[in-house]
């Protein structure tokens, strides 16, 4: 059974930073790329960012320079530092997780709640 749990969301002012947390079972993690995706509020899901397996980072312009993902394969971890907050950075946050394009699995989400 595969499990993604995110934790480590919350509410921060304008400015701040916050740390997402991913943890990942029932899967071969290192060969998995794994994500964080977002759903503002009154909003479709968007690509936040993305780390493959072999460690190649990718993000959404909106969050270049701010946000940076990494991973601990040996603890089937990934983790969404998110520095310098903006209220537009209010959103649920998924995690996922996938071997091909698409991903396959996601978690149950974590809010976050900027303010000004």
């Known amino acids: 059974q595969v499990q993604l749990v995110e934790s480590g969301g919350g509410s ?3 400015g701040g ?7 990942a079972s ?4 290192s060969s998995y790329d794994m994500g964080w995706i977002r759903q503002p509020p009154g909003k479709e899901r968007e ?10 980072t990718y993000y959404a ?5 701010r946000f940076a ?8 971890t990934v983790t969404l530092q998110m ?5 537009e950075d209010t ?9 091909g394009e698409s991903f396959d699995y996601w978690g149950q989400g974590t809010q976050v709640t900027v303010s000004s």
Do not use: E
């Open 91 to 99: 959103a649920v946050y998924y995690c996922a997780g996938g071997v």
């Open 69 to 76: 993902i990494s991973r601990d394969n040996a603890k089937s």
């Open 61 to 65: 312009n909106s969050v270049k320079g």
């Open 47 to 56: 690509f936040v960012s993305r780390i493959r397996g072999s460690g190649n």
């Open 12 to 14: 921060v002012q304008a």
């Open 83 to 87: 520095n310098d907050l903006k209220p």
């Open 26 to 29: 029932g899967i071969t993690f």
């Open 17 to 23: 930073s916050l740390r997402l947390s991913c943890a």
